[in-house]
T-cell receptor, first 114, second 113 residues
Framework: NAGVMQNPRHLVRRRGQEARLRCSPM?????VYWYRQLPEEGLKFMVY????????ESGMPKERFSAEFPKEGPSILRIQQVVRGDSAAYFC????????????FGPGTRLTVT | EDQVTQSPEALRLQEGESSSLNCSYT??????LFWYRQDPGKGPEFLFT???AGEEKEKERLKATLTKKESFLHITAPKPEDSATYLC??????????????FGKGTLLTVNP
């Protein structure tokens, strides 16, 4: 039973380029969450999605960041015109249900902006 | 605003030396408290969920307990392979977004042989 999959594991982008991070949830899981882990900080919620729907994007910066979870294929977190402050580890998690249910995390994508 | 504070930030133990990690929380209504383990360069690995004060859960050398203000992760006779960062997170009933996990910054545990 494959866990949550993320790719790429490492991504290097120059300032101003676009970053695309992909996440495939665990089999049978319909809820997807993205979290960001900045150096020396805890994991912070960014966005919650279900298939074809963004349910809550309150933790995502208003500009340059977007997320989607299409009917077919993985969830995508897209960062346009990256800046050095976007360098972080981005984790995707999935769950079978909502409140009170454990979320299972992928291995993360480590984004470095040069 | 929901807050989760973990202490100590770092803990160094000798193999076999039992200890506890603390997670204190300030929330408007607790839905669940979660413990995760994170190894360097990897994603958090789920350990336990606790829902109500007085609840306890065990897994191998780990035991998690919950009160109305805090949770403890007790490690009995740790081994070097228990070295990792242990993360505590809460889900609350506030604001209709009871699916969000609010994390503490973690406790970095090192167990020396």
């Amino acid at each position: 039973n494959a866990g949550v999959m993320q790719n790429p594991r490492h991504l290097v982008r120059r300032r101003g380029q676009e970053a695309r991070l992909r996440c495939s949830p665990m089999k049978g899981h319909s809820h997807v969450y993205w979290y960001r882990q900045l150096p020396e900080e805890g994991l912070k919620f960014m966005v919650y999605l279900q298939k074809e729907n963004i349910i809550d994007e309150s933790g995502m910066p208003k500009e340059r960041f977007s997320a989607e979870f299409p009917k077919e294929g993985p969830s995508i977190l897209r960062i346009q015109q990256v800046v050095r402050g976007d360098s972080a580890a981005y984790f995707c998690a999935s769950s079978q249900g909502l409140a009170g249910v454990e979320q299972y995390f992928g291995p993360g994508t480590r984004l470095t902006v040069t | 605003e929901d807050q989760v504070t973990q202490s100590p930030e770092a803990l160094r133990l000798q193999e076999g030396e039992s200890s506890s990690l603390n997670c204190s929380y300030t929330v408007s209504g607790l839905r669940g408290l979660f413990w995760y383990r994170q190894d360097p360069g990897k994603g958090p690995e789920f350990l336990f969920t606790l829902y109500s004060a007085g609840e306890e859960k065990e897994k191998e050398r780990l035991k998690a307990t919950l009160t109305k203000k805090e949770s403890f992760l007790h490690i009995t006779a740790p081994k070097p392979e228990d070295s990792a960062t242990y993360l505590c997170a809460v889900q609350t009933n506030s604001g209709g977004s009871n699916y969000k996990l609010t994390f503490g910054k973690g406790t970095l545990l090192t167990v020396n042989p």
